[in-house]
């Protein structure tokens, strides 16, 4: 793929801490690194919104923590918006 083509991610979360942070670690190490990865926490009740308040500072992450449990679809078309309204050509979901 091009190097000026813009590829966001977006992984949706609910209560799966230790797989998110497993599905962080395997987006980050992918040959070719989205420019962002959109992280939509779909208002888990574990500890996820505070693992992600530590990636706050990471410029590759965006964190979208939600008022409430939209579902995965509503989650998914959450970040696929964000995702492209910050200038993905592409996303992966």
Not at 9 to 37: D, M
Not at 47 to 67: G, R, V
Request: aromatic share 8%.
């Amino acid at each position: 793929m091009n190097d000026s083509i813009k590829v966001g991610c977006v992984v949706v979360t609910y209560n799966r801490l230790s797989l998110l942070k497993e599905c962080i670690a395997a987006v980050k190490s992918q040959t070719f690194q989205p420019y962002k990865i959109f992280v939509v926490n779909n208002h888990s009740t574990d500890d996820t919104e505070s693992y992600l308040a530590t990636l706050a500072d990471d410029p590759q992450m965006s964190i979208i923590n939600l008022p409430e449990n939209i579902g995965g679809a509503g989650g998914f078309s959450r970040g696929i918006k964000e995702s492209v309204l910050n200038g993905a050509d592409w996303v992966w979901i």
